[in-house]
């Protein structure tokens, strides 16, 4: 199987075995796991859970079937070792939404694991068994998550969602049978297949064989498998992507980079009921091999066949990450591939040395080789350098050694300039004020006294806390005193640093306590517990209980899933208890409070389903810490990191976001090349988005995604290198100012990719790790130099592209890392294993150094537009402009409004949102139900282009751009005034329960109302609105920004059928209200 992340041909086994009867398809598969792989997480869930999500938090294989072999869709199934699985429909996405009767059990063993699967034909939509012949696209996918993320496919697919590639399942009836046992290096000496044939007939067969062995021409660069078949003709393979050629093409001119070694064909018969052999091999030095193999019956029928990578290795490997961004060492990982050696080898001895002088050495035994090793590089200077590793015996005689020939490039630019580091604060904010123990921010207020934690916070003029925080700490079982002084260390504009120092009991302690102007409080705690033995430390919040009416649990995807079963937002009904989390938040529609930590190391829980509660009482709601609740002999010091920030962080009304109107571009690729057809269609779209309104637009598809020459297919990197990439860009964004609209940028999705020059050198140490390659490139850990790259490669693209913003594409989330050499993680002394670091403070940093870049250091007004899913974590994204999300959710999490208001309701934390596209529900229902939050839409450009929404048909117009058009009809000047559904009771009746309504309102009887059909079925209602306390005039007049359809509100009173799942909204004045007029001079695409 080929890993996806270097084209490699993944060195631990997989044996898949596929069978069926007339009845049922059967495959099995054995997962071989190497010894240095460690223990998996079947723990951590549940055997026969059927759950797509959970499915992928441990090792699994996918499963994917093309019954039509078409390419078109495919049935998708996947397993994980724990026995979990998940289903679906692949056809573009994966829609969840389907689902079969799979049979399925896995289970662990002491070569890896196994699963198998049973799916009746029947239960596939099928009316027979296949016919002898039937042909199925196929492919099986191994997804580690142990000990580090990996992906591996049977098939070749240049595309993920290229089904076309899909390997060919065959249903053979009665003929002989073909499985590859062993493919790569056979022996110390070789390379080849060895293949078994079993002749299940009554009658002997002959098997016809072809294949040929090739090897990498030595004066060819080491790119992997991916980048040779995608740039064969070229050994600078990046550079130079064949873009017009068929895969086909592209395999043949790879093989140019390759010299034939071996190619031979023969026929061997395989007797009735028996089976035989094939030794198809060829004694190989080390290096890398391409394999072509061909297997067929005496009727020309096809059996087996297929191009592989291969590799022989030397008997001791050496792989090498340099890590000169952060820690300033060489990573260093062996391997031990001969078993001669491995019997023999005493210990490893490392040496850098160059210009033939040794500048770093040391010794480490095969086991911590094996785990890997850090190589100090300070003594290295730019220039090349070589690594040697040599394995010693016993007796300190040398058994095997290799050698890398290492280059240390000069720091690039964006690791030596360092933006967003000035020392003022930005709009909306203003300078920090400390005073009597009392701190101030924006809309906020924290009250210290004697204590490290705040006693009382404010927020919008509101007290938060019931009662002051509570430090509970036992040991011997009582508990013991905190006592200490609070002193002031540092005053800043930008923030204020508090110094505690004091003891809990007989232990000394000291906290650095920092307020800074977003309203962050970071507290980090330490304690000299010198092995003490704790038996319990909780810290205790109070919050008045009218404060503490919604909660958000954050978690981040991917990661090991909750023990606990805590819906991540809602309303707080009753208590509830969760797993370490890295953040809660408190609060209600006004405002709240998060707690945040990246990090569980310290903490000792019985019960790790309860290591953090929330309990209701009728005085006080408490979020309670269960930091230590089991006696723990503690090392001799043990430190915390948390943070606490009351929102909202900044002003949610601001004039910026409100006159934003923010419009989604793909610029072709055609465009780049001057097709005059794709410059004429990209002006038509922006002349379609000025007549919008559009006043930002995104190049959301951009010069990054395309292969060389015409970009550097670099998917998600902010930076451009070649000259005439700068210019050519340059000139779309010109095109956009041309237009009087500012103008984003596409980055931080998997924004590290092979592909860029600093690759080699700088790429794979800022890598997270666990990482795998997924759509678009690798993910970066900000710990670990990320943070200078996209912080630095935004300060660049506003001076050298002349862009105002970035759209930052899942950027805001909290990369989980364990890199040692990032100094994120920890080793769990229980387990053993690396456990995770939420990394909050280091893309925090990252964040504020943008948001400084875009507002005021760089440049005035830019724009940080955030795509993120779920709740905010408070700490990282106080400092965007706007969030984006909402793509990934189900219609009853749509449907959960308490649930939907957490997430996606923006006043309480102080920070617009606006929606996205949507797959997994009724796109016009979700958009209304955003509005009735106060959340706009984003428009992409084939959205209002679209003729069909200019239909008045109620039943097919699509809302789309017609709901920029109350915005911008609306003074949000005139006494601005928000009723949501939620607390409008008093000022709005509607008769029909299923249907809610907000609205705007303003000093000029301007109204925007919103109202949405919860329920499928259509529904009429009637709406009451209380004209006295509004202030409004008996007679008013409305106008549907859908249908244009007009008419009169006397008293305050009128009816509208409302269709299933649909919004209807409404512009209303004490005048007659314009029909919206569009002179759109574009067509739909």
């Known amino acids: 199987m080929i890993r996806s992340s270097d084209g490699q041909l993944d060195q631990n086994q997989t044996t898949v075995y596929v069978g069926y009867t007339e009845e049922a398809l059967y495959i099995g598969w054995q997962v071989y796991r190497s010894a240095e792989s460690g223990p998996m997480r079947n723990a951590a869930n549940t055997p026969g859970y059927h759950d797509g999500r959970t499915v992928w938090l441990d090792d699994g294989i996918g499963l994917f079937l093309d019954l039509s072999a078409d390419g078109k869709s495919a049935v998708a199934f996947a397993g994980n070792a724990a026995g979990a699985y998940g289903d679906g429909l692949a056809q573009g996405t994966t829609d969840f939404n389907h689902s079969w009767k799979w049979q399925y059990k896995a289970r662990t ?27 199925w696209g196929f492919d099986l996918v191994r997804n580690n998550v142990t000990p580090n993320e990996e992906v591996a496919c049977l098939s070749y697919r240049d595309k993920w969602h290229d089904r076309t590639k899909y390997t060919r399942l065959t249903f053979g009836g ?55 078949v995608d740039a064969g003709v070229s050994d600078r393979a990046t550079q130079e992507i064949l873009t017009t050629a068929t895969v086909e093409q592209q395999v043949a001119a790879a093989l140019g980079l390759y010299n034939k070694i071996k190619h031979e064909k023969l026929t061997r018969n395989v007797p009735a009921g028996g089976r035989a052999i094939f030794n198809l091999t060829s004694r190989a030095p080390v290096g890398d091999y391409m394999i072509g193999y061909r297997f067929g019956s005496a009727g020309g ?269 809602g309303r707080l009904e009753s208590g509830f208890a969760v797993d370490f989390v890295p953040g809660i938040w408190l609060g209600n529609t006004e405002r709240g409070l998060q707690w945040c930590s990246e990090i569980n190391e310290f903490w000792r829980n019985s019960d790790k389903s309860r290591a953090i509660e929330v309990v209701k009482q009728p005085a006080e709601t408490v979020l309670r810490l269960r930091v230590i609740d089991r006696p723990y002999k503690t090392p001799k010091q043990i430190s915390y990191r948390w943070g606490l920030i009351a929102s909202p962080v900044k002003d949610y009304d601001r004039k910026t976001t409100r006159e934003m109107y923010y419009g989604q571009y793909a610029v072709p690729e055609e465009y780049y090349k001057n097709d005059e057809k794709a410059v004429e269609n990209l002006k038509t779209q922006l002349e379609m988005g000025k007549e919008m309104g559009v006043t930002w637009v995104n190049t959301f598809r951009w010069l990054t995604r395309f292969d060389p020459p015409v970009g550097p297919g670099t998917f998600g990197e902010p930076y451009l290198e070649k000259p005439e990439h700068i210019e050519a860009h340059r000139a779309v964004v010109k095109l956009i100012h041309d237009y009087g609209m500012k103008t984003t940028t596409y980055t931080g999705w998997n924004g590290l990719h092979p592909n860029m020059s600093w690759w080699p050198f700088f790429g794979e140490a800022m890598k997270r790790t666990p990482s795998r390659f997924t759509y678009g490139g690798y993910k970066g850990c900000s710990r670990g130099g990320y943070g200078d790259y996209l912080a630095n490669g935004l ?152 003729r069909r929404s200019r239909s008045n048909n109620y039943q097919k117009a699509h809302i789309g751009w017609r709901m920029w058009a109350p915005r911008q009809w609306f003074d949000w000047d005139a006494d601005h005034q928000w009723h949501p559904y939620f607390e409008n009771e008093d000022v709005l009746a509607i008769d029909e329960p299923d249907v809610k309504a907000s609205f705007h309102l303003n000093g000029k009887a301007q109204m925007i109302f919103i109202a949405v059909n919860l329920n499928e079925k259509e529904k009429p209602a009637r709406f009451t609105l209380n004209l006295p306390k509004l202030k409004l005039p008996g007679v008013l007049y409305a106008r549907d920004a859908v249908t244009d359809e007009a008419f009169e509100i006397n008293n305050g009173e009128f009816q509208m059928q409302i269709l299933g799942h649909r919004p209807r909204v409404l512009m209303i004045g004490a005048s007659p209200v314009a029909k919206v007029e569009l002179n759109i001079t574009g067509h739909a695409p």
């Not at 239960?123 to 027979?128: F, I």
């Not at 899913?869 to 999300?885: K, T, Y």
Request: a negative charge; aromatic letters at 10%; one cysteine or more.
């Open 301 to 569: 029928k096809v059996l087996a066949q297929g191009l592989l990578p291969a590799t022989r290795w030397d008997p001791l490997h050496v792989e090498v990450v340099p890590y000169y961004l952060k820690a300033d060492l060489i990573a260093a990982k062996v391997a031990i591939r001969s078993s001669d050696v491995r019997s023999r080898l005493e210990r490893i001895e490392f040496r850098l040395l160059q210009n033939e002088k040794v500048v770093y050495q040391r010794h480490a035994d095969p086991k911590e080789a094996q785990a890997g090793v850090g190589l100090s590089s300070k003594d290295i200077v730019p220039g090349p350098y070589r690594l040697e590793v040599v394995g010693l015996d016993s007796g300190g005689a040398t058994i095997s050694q290799v050698h890398r020939d290492l280059h240390r490039p000069q720091p690039p630019f964006w690791a030596v300039k360092h933006y967003g580091f000035s020392n003022f604060v930005p709009e909306p904010w203003t300078p920090v004020k400390a005073s009597d123990g009392k701190v101030s921010v924006w809309g906020r207020e924290y009250t210290f006294k004697q204590g490290f934690l705040p006693v009382q916070i404010l927020s919008k003029g509101e007290e938060l806390l019931a009662a002051p925080p509570r430090l509970l700490l036992h040991m011997n079982n009582k508990m013991v005193q905190w006592e200490g002084v609070l002193s002031v260390a540092e005053e800043n504009i930008e923030h204020v640093d508090y110094v505690w120092k004091g003891s809990a009991g007989s232990i000394p302690v000291q906290v650095h306590t920092r307020v800074e102007f977003d309203g962050l409080i970071t507290i980090d705690l330490t304690m000299d517990t010198k092995e003490a033995v704790i038996d319990e430390f909780f810290v205790e919040f109070p919050l008045r209980p009218d404060q503490a009416r919604l909660y958000s649990v954050k978690t981040v995807r991917g990661t090991t899933p909750l023990v606990s079963k805590v819906a991540e937002t």
């Open 174 to 228: 009665s003929v002989p049978l073909l499985r590859l046992r062993n493919f790569g290096p056979i022996g110390d000496e070789s390379i080849g297949i060895l293949a078994e044939s079993i002749n299940p007939t009554s009658q002997d067969a002959a098997i016809e064989v072809e294949y040929t062995i090739y090897q990498r021409r030595p004066e060819v660069s080491a790119f992997n498998f991916f980048q040779q």
């Open 109 to 135: 063993t002491d070569f890896g694991w196994e699963g198998e699967l049973k799916i009746r034909f029947e239960d596939l939509g099928l009316d027979s068994t296949p016919a002898p012949g039937t042909t």
């Open 795 to 946: 300060a660049w693209m506003i001076q050298n592209l002349g862009i105002e913003g970035v759209y930052l594409d899942g950027t805001a989330s909290m990369p989980p890392c364990h890199d040692v050499y990032h100094g994120c993680g920890y080793t769990d002394p229980e387990t053993g294993l690396r456990v995770i670091t939420f990394n909050i403070w280091p893309q925090r940093e990252m964040f504020k150094r943008m948001y400084k870049i875009t507002h005021g250091e760089v440049i005035e007004g830019g724009l940080l537009y955030s795509h993120a899913g779920g709740s905010p974590m408070l700490a990282i994204e106080s400092f965007v402009d706007v969030r984006h999300g909402s793509e990934g959710d189900t219609l009853e999490e749509y449907l959960d409004l308490d649930s939907f208001r957490t997430k996606y309701y923006g006043r309480m934390y102080g920070l617009p949102l606006e929606l996205t596209w949507v797959y997994n529900a009724p796109p016009n229902l979700v958009w209304g139900i955003g509005m009735l939050h106060d959340t706009p839409i984003k428009m992409y450009n084939h959205l209002f282009t679209d």
